[in-house]
């Protein structure tokens, strides 16, 4: 992370990471946490404070009852370095400067005509000058970018491999937009970076395994197993999109047939909801008005897609036995037609104890996985 200090490389890292995602703590607690000396403690944080990343704040809290002098926690300063963060969907980039606790400083977007390469890569290196030369004038400080991208993305070597929305096959986006912006850019499944800001930055804090399910365009789930995320060894772990649950099924983008996002993904609903009302016009606030007036047909639809989603979130809870699950994403701006079915599908297929697992709805705005973008730049200056 910081060549000055590599001969405590693991020791720095393991401060600055805990500081970064549970602070303020002091050097006691930090030393209690890490199963570290307070000795090594104290080595690790001094270059940090040198370099201005830590700062010892006023003493708060005793080391012990009755004796000892106040305790000085230890702290972030956000503004040490800022990180931009850019969610690519199909029609629109949405683009975000963070500091080093992921706070969101400005925000941006930007249209997009069509998702061809070219196109998108201009209208990206606009966004980040727009960004980074606005308010808050953050150039000076601002080093890495961080990329959220749908599909099939090999963040070792920022790879887009596959992604069905953009229509992407193995592109080379991390060198490209790199040649674009002299940044340092780390390219990461978009789903994965929303999952990696709650990990550091939200819901899952302190979490020893949870799971974030995004219901939208498609059905994604990124996993923390045992304090970490994870990719596997293709980098699709947690597709729950492509379990199949009906052999019987819709044929779906990726070449199986009856997977949860070829029942359940926006595109699907739409497809469904057309063909039950007989409109082959219909968009998808359409057929979300239809099914709240009562459209039995169309209501069916969402009902099916509900249960689909349930049963992958089932599947997810049998397998690594989260701690609590996460639902989010675009898709919940229709989630009073999915929720009943979400949790029967789940109640039902649930195993023994993996059916108490708590489902926690949290709605997130694309600005949240833009800042899930610029979260993965900030762990790529931390585990560089």
Same mark, same amino acid.
């Given at each position: ?118 196109? =998108? ?109 994870? @990719? ?37 609903? =739409? ?51 989260? @701690? ?61």
């Amino acid at each position: 992370m910081f060549p000055e200090v590599e001969a405590v490389a693991p020791a720095v890292t393991a401060v600055f990471t805990t500081v970064l995602t549970e602070g303020p703590i002091s050097r006691v607690a930090l030393a209690r946490r890490l199963d570290l000396s307070s000795a090594a403690v104290t080595k690790a944080a001094r270059p940090l404070i040198e370099m201005g990343y830590l700062e010892e704040l006023a003493a708060t809290e005793r080391t012990g009852p009755g004796a000892g002098r106040p305790a000085s926690p230890l702290a972030i300063r956000a503004d040490r370095e800022f990180f931009v963060g850019v969610k690519i969907t199909g029609d629109e980039l949405i683009g975000v400067v963070c500091d080093l606790r992921a706070e969101v400083r400005t925000t941006a977007h930007r249209r997009l005509a069509v998702p061809q390469v070219d196109h =998108v890569l201009i209208e990206l290196g606009e966004l980040v000058d727009e960004l980074l030369d606005g308010p808050g004038d953050y150039r000076a400080r601002t080093r890495r970018l961080g990329l959220a991208v749908s599909g099939d993305v090999d963040r070792s070597t920022g790879l887009v491999r596959y992604s069905p929305f953009l229509h992407w096959h193995d592109l080379p986006l991390q060198e490209r937009v790199e040649k674009i912006t002299g940044l340092t850019v780390t390219v990461e499944n978009d789903v994965k970076a929303l999952t990696t800001a709650e990990h550091w930055f939200g819901e899952g804090v302190g979490a020893e395994s949870f799971a974030l399910v995004t219901v939208g365009a498609g059905i994604g789930c990124g996993l923390v197993v045992n304090g970490r995320l994870v @990719s596997g060894s293709h980098g699709v772990a947690g597709e729950i999109g492509h379990i199949g649950i009906d052999v019987n099924g819709p044929a779906c983008h990726c070449g199986g047939r009856g997977c949860v996002e070829a029942i359940a993904g926006a595109d699907a609903i =739409v497809r469904q909801a057309q063909a039950a009302a007989g409109r082959p016009e219909l968009r998808f606030d359409d057929a979300v008005a239809l099914a709240r007036a009562g459209d039995g047909p169309v209501g069916a639809v969402f009902a099916r897609a509900g249960d689909a989603i349930g049963s992958g979130i089932a599947a997810v809870a049998n397998l690594v036995g989260p @701690s609590r699950i996460v639902v989010s994403g675009e898709g919940l701006a229709a989630y009073d037609l999915f929720e009943p079915h979400i949790r029967a599908g789940f109640q039902r297929q649930a195993f023994g104890a993996a059916a108490d697992c708590p489902l926690s709805i949290r709605p997130l705005p694309f600005e949240e996985w833009a800042r899930g973008a610029a979260t993965v730049s900030i762990q790529a200056l931390v585990a560089a």
